[in-house]
């Protein structure tokens, strides 16, 4: 028999509108805690990147919210062995968006997801996307119609992406920034959906 945690409330570590979007979807009633964390950047091993920076929201969160249930993620874009976050201005997204023309990358979120008491659950997803041939009049369209500053490599896949983005090898969420299958079986597990 499943247990139920419907008793625990579920945060959110994010004040990202897309990651609540996608734990919307769910089904669940969370709350959103913005976190500022000291994070870290290491271009040779994005993968810890993406964990250690998860984990380090999700253990500022469980300090303001040790009574809550914990989703926590972090996601950066690896490209041609840098890791790309998110733009300082638009001259900066412009040429984030100029140099992934035609090429692929590969979107890491790193996920930190626990209980009241428990170490957190990490996990990583990986997604390959693939950009279009882009032309100074398709980036510069695509950064008057989406405000790039707050998303890792200056794009958001759900809005405005048919813009940029050839095709995606993965989560499609992930690219969102949660993915949704590994958030979605560790709520189920729990007892929130």
Known sequence: MKS?????????????????????????????????AEEIRNPA???????????????VCRTRRPDAA???ADTLVWFEGRLIGKPVDIKEAAAFLRAFSGRAQVVYTGLA??????????????????????TETTIQTYLEQTRPFDRAGAYDIDENGELLIAGTSGSYT???GLPEAPVRDWLAANGFI
């Open 113 to 134: 997801m626990g209980l009241p008491g428990d170490e957190p659950d990490l996990r990583v997803e990986a997604t390959s996307v693939r950009f279009k041939p882009l």
């Open 70 to 72: 914990i989703i926590a």
């Open 174 to 176: 992930n690219v969102m």
């Open 4 to 36: 139920t945690k419907t008793s625990i409330p579920l945060v959110l570590g994010s004040a990202s509108t897309r990651r609540s979007k996608v734990l919307s979807t769910l089904g669940c009633t969370f709350e959103i805690c913005p976190v500022e």
């Open 45 to 59: 091993d994005p993968v810890h990147t993406v964990v250690t920076n998860a984990a380090a929201k999700y253990n």
